[in-house]
RNA sequence: GUCUCCGUCGUCUAGAGGCCUAGGACAUCGGGUUUUCAUCCCGGCAACACGGGUUCGACUCCCGUCGGAGAUGCCA
């Protein structure tokens, strides 16, 4: 039992938050990374929470994300059931041998309605004192049908420490630590109590988590240690944030933008850049290379590389190695994936997407701002003869005129408007009156696009807009100038 | 409030006492290539939170301060 076992244990909310997913990956890129195994398990202990096809979205993002089971409710195992509410008799069994071994209490307080100066054994323990309880009167009460759920029963002298392969050495004053509710009253265990019968039955080797239950990992070990069990080794992970208009820090969530694996895919990030860009939200590693395949992370991981400090998720940085994954696609997958997000079936574009699409492949940052990218092609923009200006390419609003001028019935004598052929008078223009080919290739450009910053060159531009179109646009551009 | 953790460029990070006049990447600024936009190439700006120690020597070790985050649920 040598072997390396870690596992993702989602609750079933509906969707995939980027910090649950890295989470994932870490454990997964650890099991991978040393031979060992990876299982899923879902945690829908909460009944209030609990969410339709959830479970699905489970699967398919990580499907998606590359990150496969070994073990699971899909996949089967020899540890299930994987999903916690077919195990809910465990629970109750356990907590009940707990109870008699001293480690846990029935509570029959009523729900914390946090009434404040009471005098509670600990911090948000049970506020009455029904640890005290005799067996007696515990046994009178249950009878009775009083409602009651189990607590832990956590000393209040002395300190717990433990040691977190990330973290290093933690000591926690036993005082601080309240008396945990293990089994609630419908029966059901709470994260706190199912998570660590689960790891010790389903002989979890490594358990790796977000740092936010670092100050509860205490209440867990005296768990194990009641029960007589082994220990897992700890990797808690930092936290990833995000900042808020206001430029506050805090813990991602929804506020912050799109924080679901869904959320982030329909914008139009693969799934390959933010599996990239997460392994490095906290990893390093210790190397200057960025970008990183799936399997090339797990040959790369090490645990050293964790980091303890939390970190902002930065959009930014995102959109650049999304762009680095689109530059790497195949051209044929980038026409396929990005057409959905162009919006062009049906339209007049649609014959020129395969050609639009080429332009746009190294020009895109995410697949969904290409909609405004080529918006231009649909609708030429009202323009200002302004953006006729332009220093590098010597031009302005008098060279574009004489540019058009002489151009336009050149134009207008085209059989085909391929891309040399325009290139073709732009070049023969610049020769004849030596000027930079810039200057008639900005004016034509203007005058097609109606936008200074476009994708595609003017006669990439002229190529799609096809004859018709472009002398319209080009006419249209030196009525302005006039 | 209490407890825990964290603190290197704006952001992600490298750095495990001398290799650091602190390296890389994103962003940003400037330049070059390109038929214009982009790609691509080159360069600039930019950080060891602060104060005490320890040491011949501290970004690296210790203490304190300040700052940030997390926990404190019949949520996970």
Redesign the pocket.
């Known amino acids: 039992m040598s072997c390396v076992r870690t596992r993702f ?3 079933p909310t509906g969707f995939m938050h980027v910090g649950n997913l890295r989470t994932a990956l870490y454990a997964w890129l650890l099991a991978r990374s040393q031979n060992g195994r990876f299982i899923l398990r879902i ?4 009944r ?2 609990y969410v339709d096809n959830a479970v699905e979205v489970i699967y398919a993002t990580l499907e998606r994300a590359g990150l496969d089971h070994d073990e699971g409710p899909d996949a089967g195992g020899d540890f299930g059931p994987y999903v ?1 509410s077919e195990r809910k008799e465990l629970y109750g069994k356990y907590a009940k041998e707990l109870v008699a071994r001293g480690g846990a209490y029935y ?1 029959f ?4 309605e ?1 009434s404040g100066e009471e005098e509670t054994p600990h ?3 049970c506020p009455g004192h029904c640890g005290e309880l005799s067996a007696a009167e515990v046994e009178k009460k249950i009878a009775s049908g009083a ?3 189990i607590r832990q029963r956590v000393p209040r002298d002395g300190a717990t420490t433990f040691t977190d392969c990330v ?7 036993n005082k ?1 630590l ?1 008396d ?2 293990l089994l ?3 029966g ?5 109590f ?2 660590v019968i689960d790891d010790h039955l389903m002989q979890i080797t490594h358990v790796v988590r ?7 990992t205490p209440k867990y070990n005296m768990l194990y240690r009641a029960f007589g069990w082994e220990i897992p080794q700890y990797v808690h992970l ?2 990833i ?1 995000g ?1 808020d208009a206001e430029g ?4 991602l969530s929804k506020r912050h933008g799109s924080v679901s694996f869904e959320n982030l895919v329909a914008e139009g990030y693969l799934p390959e850049a933010i599996v990239n860009y997460i392994a ?11 970008l990183f395949t799936l399997t090339e992370l797990a040959e790369a991981f090490q645990l ?2 964790l ?8 959009y ?6 999304n ?2 994954y689109i ?1 790497a696609l195949a051209p044929e997958k980038f026409i396929e994936m990005a057409r959905p997000f162009a919006d062009v079936a049906g339209t007049p574009l649609e014959s020129a997407w395969d050609k639009i699409a080429a ?1 746009l492949q ?4 995410i697949l969904s701002e290409i909609p405004e990218k080529i918006a231009f092609l649909r609708a030429l923009p009202d323009y200002g003869i302004e953006l006729f200006d ?1 220093k ?2 010597k031009c302005n609003a008098e060279t574009a005129k004489a540019v058009l001028t002489e151009t336009i019935p050149q134009f207008a004598a085209l059989s085909e408007f391929t ?2 052929a ?2 073709g008078i ?2 023969t223009y610049a020769q004849k009156h030596e000027v ?3 200057q008639p ?2 004016a ?3 005058a097609l696009a109606g936008q ?10 002229a190529g799609i807009l096809g004859k018709e179109e472009s002398l319209r646009r080009l006419d249209l551009a030196l009525k302005k100038l006039n």
């Open positions: 244990a989602p609750s945690e829908d202990t909460d209030a929470r916690q509570c307080c009523e729900k914390h946090d911090a948000g323990g409602p009651w759920v973290y290093g050495e933690i000591t926690i004053e601080v309240d945990q509710i609630k009253s419908d059901m265990p709470t994260y706190n199912a998570n977000g740092s936010e239950y670092l100050s509860s930092p936290l944030m900042r506050n820090i805090s813990k490095l939200l906290g990893w390093s590693p210790k190397s200057d290379r960025e050293t590389g980091n303890k400090s939390s970190a902002v998720f930065d930014g940085k995102l959109r650049w190695m762009s680095e530059k332009l190294s020009r895109t940052e332009n590098k390419s891309l040399e325009v290139n732009a070049a930079k080919l810039g290739m900005w034509i450009r203007i200074t910053v476009t994708p595609g060159g003017a006669g990439d531009i």
